[in-house]
């Protein structure tokens, strides 16, 4: 319940900074680390994030927590906290299933615009095959790895839904495959319902 109210609070906060602009295409995501990722990690998490979103239409303007009471000029925002570790030091020739990666805050059964993500969890969850990895690819598929779990998660407050699509970014649960291959993206269903919120917001080009 505590950490229910202070995201309301921090939402107050930020919903009072500046006024939406009605021009604007890009969200504006506040991103925390508990621990701040090597550069290639904290890239690659971004990069993921904006060539899964983009086939929607959505760009990103990227900020800190650390100035989340800066004026919003966005018509939509998300606020990610991404817990634990976010790097590959100290991997491990096994397994782990710890639990859900990430997850979104509700009040009421309403999606708040606050989500968070594990990195502890996501690298003991794919260390054993990350290991595969060549070493100087390694830390570029961890990125796009905790880059696609924080998409999910976007994927949610921006729909304002907790449903879940059968395939793709927008399913409940993942493979190691789906975190380390090549390609993985939203099927047309969750592409689909994301193209709408936008364009069902205030401002929209459509209304």
């Not at 504006?28 to 090597?38: A, R, S, Y």
């Not at 971004?46 to 239409?57: D, M, N, S, T, Y």
């Not at 939509?76 to 570790?85: P, Q």
């Not at 999606?111 to 993500?117: D, E, N, Y």
């Amino acid at each position: 319940m505590r950490a229910h109210v202070l995201l309301l609070a921090l939402a107050a906060s930020l919903a009072a900074g500046g006024q939406p602009d009605a021009a604007a295409t890009a969200i504006v995501v506040f991103t925390g680390f508990q621990h701040e990722p090597p550069a290639p990690v904290s890239d690659a998490i971004r990069i993921e994030v904006g060539e899964i979103l983009r086939h929607a239409g959505i760009g990103f303007d990227w900020r800190s927590l650390a100035d989340a009471r800066s004026a919003v000029e966005s018509k939509d925002l998300a606020v990610i906290k991404i817990n634990g570790r976010c790097d590959i030091v100290g991997l491990l020739p096994n397994r782990v299933y710890p639990g859900a990666l990430g997850w979104t805050y509700l009040s009421d059964g309403a999606i708040l615009p606050f989500g968070a993500v594990d990195c502890d969890r996501i690298r003991a969850f794919i260390q054993a095959d990350l290991l595969g990895v060549p070493a100087k690819r390694r830390q570029q598929a961890f990125g796009r790895a905790v880059g696609r779990v924080l998409a999910h998660e976007l994927y949610h407050i921006l729909t304002h839904s907790s449903h879940h699509r059968n395939a793709g970014v927008g399913k409940a649960e993942y493979s190691v495959r789906d975190l380390l291959d090549d390609e993985f993206v939203f099927d047309d269903a969750a592409s689909e319902a994301l193209r709408e919120s936008q364009a069902s917001q205030p401002g929209s080009a459509n209304e």
